[in-house]
């Protein structure tokens, strides 16, 4: 499988990158000719999770870092894990996202019932995120709403749309354009406010694909 070249090319790191969805994503970005970093709290996991993506993708564009490490050697930081480990992984990675685009993947799932919309106190985990890291990092929430099983073949079409959401405007602007180079299309979906619908979205999606018994549902913009 070839590479391809973008024309604004980025080192991502992606923080607990070797569950689905961060995997997904790097071997979409990678693919799309992204220098991608897997991060894990474990260095050797995230080492094995970037073989494996190198291995599928015939390269050696991504490598794998312990989450402070991979933070710092990138331009954008994607933050992918469960949310029970957000406020630990933001705390540790907090001095080395400053200044940089940062992407919060996270949803404020509560199990055992994920189908309920439970949002934090301040209203989402991305403006958990914004607060923790403070004004100096550009935090922008995305991509909660597509399916990791989507995500793992870089070769199918996603037909799902990505709501942005973020209060500085250009960073809003970079992670559309990373949307498109992993296949997607992405809308500004107005300020980081608003994370609480895209955020909330997921567990109204996990309960559609309990109720029809599938595994992909997603949402599309209609009308633009």
Not at 121 to 138: I, M
Request: proline share 4%; hydrophobic share 45%; glycine share 10%.
């Amino acid at each position: 499988m070839e590479q391809e070249t973008v024309l604004n090319h980025h080192t991502i790191a992606i923080l607990g990158g070797t569950g689905h969805e961060g995997s997904g994503l790097g071997l979409r970005w990678a693919k799309a000719g992204h220098s991608v970093i897997i991060g894990s709290r474990a260095r050797e996991k995230a080492e094995a999770a970037a073989t494996e993506i190198n291995g599928r993708l015939g390269s050696q564009s991504v490598r794998g870092l312990d989450n402070a490490a991979a933070a710092q050697a990138a331009d954008i930081v994607v933050l992918t894990v469960p949310y029970s480990a957000h406020t630990l992984t933001l705390e540790a990675v907090r001095e080395a996202v400053q200044g940089k685009v940062f992407v919060d993947v996270t949803v404020p799932l509560a199990p055992p019932k994920v189908s309920r919309v439970q949002m934090p106190a301040a209203g989402s985990a991305s403006q958990e995120a914004q607060n923790l890291l403070g004004n100096g990092v550009k935090v922008v929430t995305a991509f909660q709403s597509i399916s990791a099983e989507h995500l793992k073949d870089p070769d199918h079409p996603i037909d799902c749309d990505v709501l942005v959401c973020g209060d500085d405007k250009e960073a809003k602007a970079v992670v559309i354009a990373l949307a498109a180079d992993a296949g997607m299309k992405g809308y500004d979906a107005g300020p980081l406010a608003n994370a609480v619908v895209a955020e909330g979205l997921t567990s109204v999606l996990i309960g559609l694909n309990q109720k029809y018994k599938v595994k992909s549902s997603g949402i599309k913009i209609t009308g633009i």
